[in-house]
């Protein structure tokens, strides 16, 4: 049996060139040191003198290390060289194997012509085994052709030559006519992206995918999880037309929707944007409606979180839709739906609703002017705080306003009704002009809801609302003062009463919480100026004898033989009321105020306060 073949494998020596380069070494001063800046020239020679002392001992502590990881990695090396020496050793006696096997092969074939010149390189093992001369091995002659044959195979590669040239060609004009067909669709592909461009929308890359471009349609001062979403790619169809990807979080285009309800039913409906979801319109229309359901998305989660700081003034979340209170039994329901669920049906007047929606969406559009005046300022100081995210006022305006147009129409209700109470006794006053009745304030808003306007409506919405109702009424001019208060915490209505009255120490303004406060003093001012009105220029028809109990009530008596004469009015809700004690008979007038109720101004024949009187002291 052949020696083993034994092979010794020593790696010469080599010396390591990064030891001596720069960032070896600025890493091992860092690993060592620390940072540069740390490094100074005192701290050196300090250590210079320290070392000469040998008083460092952080010195041979890290030269103890580094003689540890040297040991280490010579450890690491001589481990490495040694499954190196394994691996060449196995591969060299399997090389040495397939070459022992190739020459008894060629031994084995040679050994039928001359058996004495292969016993030297045979091994003893094929020797052994097989007898010489087992192959052997002999040259065929190949067969004749004629040249009928000859010219059949020259025919049968020429038209294999032709087919493949055939096929070719036919596979070349394939490329040339796809090649032309992706140049058109390319072309439309970049008429279409110049024509978003020129339109104004800005066209970038998307993050992580630079090789497709996108558009942004969305809004720079949204929230980060709707600023997020306003990039859609530009993904190109098998037409060449683009197809806007709006990514996985995309469910449809959705539309904030407005109703007004009463008795829990639907009255009437905002006009909607839009009202189907056709995805076959021009681009510049997908972007628009992307970005007005992207808007309306934010601004229904922006009232969903402002809702739940409203609570005590009434707003309802219940489910998808935010409810809240507009006047009476009426009560408005906000809430997002898909814009394929749209009745195009619109139920009643959406003069209120439409208004509603536009206030909203103009209102959140103001907040995200804000966010941009705040992100152009100097940053604040930087603070440990966390900086709470900001709730947009949105709902707290339109209730505010909504409770200053309740705020005055029960006055002007009051008003109006006392000025039909002192129509019908015929006494004095200013009569109110028709033509500035209140309307609905969101009916108002609407007509003012102009391009001019945009920029000044969020302020007079943030604002305190004012409004000032003057009525002159019997010997009294009255001034009604009506305060909305829109910053917290007070969030309520007040009414401010200031009189110019012409008899007795009455208080010049006075404030009170509701109108029944209100309708209650100004009842008493009535009644006590009704009184004085009696008492000046004669209006009792040259009467004497007539004095007022009190400049607090509103009662006049005078002497009578051994009685006493006495008149006295009222002012309440149901209207004026008189009664009279003359010659101990007593009598009773009433006017009311509501103007289809005339029975009491027949059974006075149309006469006022002042001929009644008379005609019961003549």
């Given at each position: 049996?052949?020696?083993?073949l034994?092979?010794?494998l020593?790696?010469?020596?080599?010396?390591d060139?990064?030891?001596?380069s720069?960032?070896?070494?600025?890493?091992?001063?860092?690993?060592?040191k620390?940072?540069?800046?740390?490094?100074?020239e005192?701290?050196?020679?300090?250590?210079?003198?320290?070392?000469?002392?040998?008083?460092?001992?952080?010195?041979?502590?890290s030269?103890?290390k580094d003689?540890?990881?040297?040991s280490?990695g010579?450890?690491?090396?001589g481990?490495?060289?040694a499954?190196?020496?394994?691996?060449i050793i196995?591969?060299?006696g399997t090389?040495y194997?397939?070459?022992?096997?190739?020459?008894?092969?060629?031994?084995?074939?040679?050994?039928?012509?001359n058996?004495?010149?292969?016993?030297?390189?045979?091994?003893?093992?094929?020797?052994e085994?097989?007898p010489?001369?087992?192959l052997?091995?002999?040259i065929?002659?190949?067969?004749?052709?004629s040249?009928?044959?000859?010219?059949?195979e020259?025919?049968?590669?020429?038209?294999?030559?032709?087919?493949?040239?055939?096929?070719?060609?036919?596979?070349?004009?394939?490329?040339?006519?796809?090649?032309?067909?992706?140049?058109e669709?390319?072309t439309?592909?970049?008429?279409?992206?110049?024509?978003?461009?020129?339109?104004?929308?800005?066209?970038?890359?998307?993050?992580?995918?630079?090789?497709?471009?996108?558009?942004?349609?969305?809004?720079?001062?949204?929230?980060?999880e709707f600023?997020?979403?306003?990039?859609?790619?530009?993904?190109?169809d098998?037409?060449?037309?683009?197809?806007l990807?709006r990514?996985?979080?995309w469910?449809?285009?959705?539309?904030?929707?407005v109703?007004?309800?009463?008795?829990?039913?639907?009255?009437?409906?905002?006009?909607?944007r839009?009202?189907?979801?056709?995805?076959?319109?021009?681009?510049t229309?997908?972007?628009i409606?992307a970005?007005?359901?992207?808007f309306?998305?934010e601004l229904?989660?922006?009232?969903?979180?402002?809702s739940?700081?409203?609570?005590n003034?009434?707003?309802?979340?219940?489910?998808?839709?935010?409810?809240?209170?507009?006047?009476?039994?009426?009560?408005?329901?906000?809430?997002?739906?898909p814009?394929?669920?749209?009745?195009d049906?619109?139920?009643?007047?959406?003069?209120?609703?439409?208004a509603?929606?536009?206030?909203?969406?103009?209102?959140?559009?103001?907040?995200?002017g804000?966010?941009?005046?705040?992100?152009?300022?100097?940053?604040?100081?930087?603070?440990?705080?966390a900086?709470?995210r900001?709730v947009?006022p949105?709902l707290r305006?339109?209730?505010?306003?909504n409770?200053?147009d309740?705020?005055i129409?029960?006055?002007?209700?009051?008003?109006?009704?006392?000025?039909?109470?002192?129509?019908?006794?015929?006494?004095?006053?200013?009569?109110e002009?028709?033509?500035s009745?209140?309307?609905?304030?969101?009916?108002s808003?609407?007509t003012?809801?102009?391009?001019?306007?945009?920029?000044?409506?969020?302020?007079?919405?943030?604002r305190p609302?004012?409004t000032a109702?003057?009525?002159?009424?019997?010997s009294?001019?009255?001034?009604l003062d009506?305060?909305?208060?829109?910053?917290?915490?007070?969030f309520?209505?007040t009414?401010?009463?200031r009189?110019?009255?012409d008899?007795g120490?009455?208080?010049?303004?006075?404030q009170?919480?509701?109108?029944d406060?209100?309708?209650k003093?100004?009842?008493?001012?009535?009644?006590?100026?009704?009184?004085?009105?009696?008492?000046r220029?004669?209006?009792?028809?040259?009467?004497?004898?007539?004095?007022?109990v009190?400049p607090?009530l509103?009662?006049?008596v005078?002497r009578?033989?051994?009685g006493?004469?006495?008149?006295?009015?009222?002012?309440?809700?149901?209207?004026?009321?008189?009664e009279?004690v003359?010659?101990?008979?007593?009598?009773s007038?009433?006017?009311?105020g509501?103007?289809?109720?005339?029975?009491?101004?027949q059974?006075?024949?149309g006469?006022?306060?002042?001929?009644?009187l008379n005609?019961?002291?003549?």
């Amino acid at each position: 049996m052949a020696d083993p073949l034994l092979i010794s494998l020593k790696a010469w020596p080599s010396q390591d060139k990064t030891v001596d380069s720069l960032p070896y070494l600025i890493a091992r001063i860092n690993e060592q040191k620390g940072s540069f800046r740390n490094i100074t020239e005192a701290s050196l020679e300090e250590e210079i003198r320290a070392i000469e002392a040998g008083e460092s001992n952080d010195t041979v502590e890290s030269e103890t290390k580094d003689h540890a990881e040297e040991s280490q990695g010579v450890e690491a090396h001589g481990d490495a060289l040694a499954n190196a020496r394994e691996e060449i050793i196995k591969q060299v006696g399997t090389a040495y194997t397939a070459s022992s096997h190739a020459l008894d092969f060629v031994s084995l074939l040679l050994s039928k012509h001359n058996p004495k010149v292969v016993e030297a390189s045979i091994s003893p093992y094929i020797k052994e085994t097989i007898p010489f001369g087992s192959l052997g091995a002999e040259i065929m002659q190949e067969p004749s052709r004629s040249d009928a044959e000859k010219r059949t195979e020259d025919l049968v590669g020429l038209g294999w030559r032709l087919q493949s040239l055939t096929r070719s060609a036919d596979s070349l004009l394939a490329s040339a006519s796809r090649l032309e067909q992706e140049m058109e669709h390319e072309t439309t592909y970049w008429q279409q992206i110049l024509s978003v461009k020129e339109k104004g929308w800005s066209i970038c890359r998307i993050p992580g995918d630079s090789s497709t471009l996108g558009v942004r349609f969305g809004f720079a001062e949204a929230h980060a999880e709707f600023r997020d979403r306003g990039l859609a790619a530009l993904r190109r169809d098998t037409a060449g037309n683009i197809e806007l990807d709006r990514g996985p979080r995309w469910r449809g285009d959705k539309q904030l929707r407005v109703r007004l309800l009463k008795s829990g039913k639907p009255t009437a409906t905002n006009e909607h944007r839009m009202t189907s979801d056709d995805q076959n319109q021009p681009l510049t229309d997908l972007l628009i409606r992307a970005r007005n359901s992207l808007f309306d998305e934010e601004l229904h989660h922006e009232l969903s979180r402002e809702s739940r700081n409203l609570l005590n003034q009434g707003v309802r979340s219940v489910g998808n839709a935010i409810c809240f209170s507009l006047k009476d039994d009426s009560e408005v329901e906000v809430d997002l739906q898909p814009a394929s669920e749209v009745d195009d049906k619109l139920v009643g007047d959406s003069t209120i609703p439409t208004a509603i929606a536009m206030t909203l969406r103009i209102l959140l559009s103001h907040a995200h002017g804000e966010n941009h005046h705040r992100r152009s300022q100097p940053p604040p100081p930087i603070s440990e705080a966390a900086v709470s995210r900001r709730v947009y006022p949105l709902l707290r305006p339109l209730l505010e306003l909504n409770q200053h147009d309740t705020a005055i129409r029960a006055a002007h209700d009051l008003l109006r009704n006392l000025s039909w109470v002192l129509s019908a006794a015929k006494l004095p006053f200013t009569p109110e002009d028709e033509e500035s009745s209140p309307t609905s304030a969101f009916t108002s808003l609407l007509t003012d809801l102009k391009p001019p306007i945009f920029s000044s409506l969020p302020s007079r919405l943030m604002r305190p609302h004012h409004t000032a109702m003057v009525t002159q009424l019997p010997s009294t001019r009255a001034t009604l003062d009506i305060h909305t208060s829109t910053s917290a915490p007070t969030f309520r209505t007040t009414f401010q009463l200031r009189t110019l009255a012409d008899f007795g120490p009455l208080p010049q303004s006075l404030q009170f919480p509701t109108v029944d406060k209100v309708a209650k003093h100004l009842f008493s001012i009535t009644a006590l100026g009704t009184i004085a009105y009696l008492l000046r220029e004669e209006a009792l028809g040259r009467r004497e004898g007539w004095r007022q109990v009190s400049p607090y009530l509103p009662e006049l008596v005078r002497r009578n033989g051994g009685g006493k004469d006495r008149i006295t009015i009222s002012v309440d809700g149901e209207g004026l009321s008189v009664e009279c004690v003359i010659d101990k008979k007593p009598k009773s007038w009433q006017w009311r105020g509501h103007q289809d109720d005339d029975d009491e101004q027949q059974q006075q024949n149309g006469r006022g306060l002042v001929e009644v009187l008379n005609e019961s002291l003549a």
